[in-house]
C-alpha cells in the first residue's frame, strides 16, 4: 500500500543519551512517521546528507562535543531548509541559546523536558507523535 507523501513526515532525532533517543523515537514512531535516529555526530550528519526531514530533533552536547547539535542545525540548514528544529539541552545558555535561533531552530528546550511540550511544537510543524494535542494548544512559530 502505497503512503501519502503529503501525510509522510520524516524526523531525524540526535541524541547521545539512549534511553532519551529511545523515548525520542517511540514518541515519532507513529501514524506515517519515518524516524531515523543518530548517536554521534558523524551518524547524524551522515543522515543528513542522504535524507531530507521535516523535523530534527537535536541535543545541543553530543558525546563530549559542545557545538556538536550547532553542526548539525548547520548542516540541517544547508539541506533540509524546510525542517522545523527544536534544540533539546541541559546547557541552557545565552550563547547557545543565540547560536542555535542564529542556525534556525526555532525552539530551544531545556531538559528535563515534558514530552507533550514537545508534542505540542512538533505538531506545529505537522508531525503527529504518540500524544494527541488538542489544536488549540499546537504551539506555532510566531
Not at 543528513?48 to 553530543?62: A, E, G, H, S
Request: charged share 20%; aromatic share 4%; no cysteine.
Amino acid at each position: 500500500m502505497a503512503i501519502s507523501s503529503s501525510l509522510t513526515k520524516s524526523v531525524l532525532i540526535v541524541e547521545d543519551e539512549q534511553s532519551i533517543r529511545d523515548i525520542l523515537v517511540e514518541l515519532f514512531e507513529v501514524n506515517d512517521n519515518v524516524v531515523t535516529s543518530a548517536e554521534f555526530l558523524p551518524d547524524a550528519l551522515e543522515r543528513l546528507r542522504t535524507q531530507r526531514f521535516d523535523l530534527v530533533v537535536t541535543d545541543l552536547r553530543l558525546g563530549g562535543k559542545r557545538d556538536g547539535g550547532l553542526q548539525v542545525m548547520a548542516l540541517a540548514g544547508m539541506l533540509s531548509p524546510d525542517a522545523q528544529v527544536l534544540v533539546l539541552t541541559a546547557y541552557p545558555d545565552d550563547s547557545n541559546r543565540q547560536a542555535s535561533v542564529r542556525l534556525g531552530a526555532l525552539h530551544f528546550l531545556e531538559k528535563p523536558v515534558d514530552l507533550a511540550v514537545i508534542a505540542q511544537f512538533a505538531a506545529g510543524a505537522g508531525v503527529r507523535t504518540a500524544i494527541p494535542v488538542p489544536p488549540h494548544l499546537i504551539a506555532s512559530d510566531a
